[in-house]
T-cell receptor, first 114, second 112 residues
Framework: GQQLNQSPQSMFIQEGEDVSMNCTSS?????WLWYKQDPGEGPVLLIA?????ELTSNGRLTAQFGITRKDSFLNISASIPSDVGIYFC??????????????FGGGTRVLVKP | DGGITQSPKYLFRKEGQNVTLSCEQN?????MYWYRQDPGQGLRLIYY???????QKGDIAEGYSVSREKKESFPLTVTSAQKNPTAFYLC???????????FGSGTRLTVV
């Protein structure tokens, strides 16, 4: 099945740093979603985006729906230790909507710098 | 609270045995999904169901089976035909095409 290209695959954060990650698709999406997964748990929805160019915040998290509708970005400001986890992007285009399915990226693993 | 309950949290299976993972939701959502996650990997779709008594294969359905006899329940059976069943299994539900998924807390299956 189709996968979104999510980068970076992993990153180390230091407390107080701003970090960012992104997802790109070869096809146009109408919905972008960002999830966070803590170890041993299911992903939890962080932010949902429904319109090209949309910029939405949730606390220290900010996500944007790219104007080309083929990409999305997630920024975390002033990192704290509990930001550690795996972040997944998910998208839905017309094909996915027809099947009522989301397409997921491969995830960005956020780790703390030793 | 509305949500998705997966049980058990940890499951051990002997080689050659079938095992069933439970997924129950009280969100009144029509669509339900099963994903498999391997260590350090993303989510791969096994099966999904948009309504009761109907389900479709996902990308990696071989060696798995499902049923959807009730709106609230979508159990996944990992059969002996699944050659590498050790993984983390996630169940999700969705209220409509404009909504995201709500995930359960997962079941970790280990073959011993």
């Amino acid at each position: 099945g189709q996968q979104l290209n999510q980068s970076p695959q992993s990153m180390f954060i230091q407390e107080g740093e701003d970090v960012s990650m992104n997802c790109t698709s070869s096809s146009i999406f109408n919905t972008w979603l960002w999830y966070k997964q803590d170890p041993g748990e299911g992903p939890v929805l962080l932010i949902a985006l429904y319109k090209a160019g949309e910029l939405t915040s949730n606390g220290r998290l900010t996500a944007q729906f790219g104007i080309t509708r083929k990409d999305s970005f997630l920024n975390i400001s002033a990192s704290i230790p509990s930001d550690v986890g795996i972040y997944f992007c998910a998208g839905q285009g017309s094909r996915e909507a027809a099947g009522n399915k989301l397409t997921f990226g491969g995830g960005t693993r956020v780790l703390v710098k030793p | 609270d509305g949500g998705i309950t997966q049980s058990p949290k940890y499951l051990f299976r002997k080689e050659g045995q079938n095992v069933t993972l439970s997924c129950e939701q009280n969100l009144n959502h029509d669509a339900m999904y099963w994903y498999r996650q391997d260590p350090g990997q993303g989510l791969r779709l096994i099966y999904y169901s948009q309504i009761v008594n109907d389900f479709q294969k996902g990308d990696i359905a071989e060696g798995y089976s499902v049923s959807r006899e009730k709106k609230e329940s979508f159990p996944l059976t990992v059969t002996s035909a699944q050659k590498n069943p050790t993984a983390f299994y996630l169940c999700a539900a969705r209220g409509g095409v404009f909504n995201g998924y709500t995930f359960g807390s997962g079941t970790r299956l280990t073959v011993v």
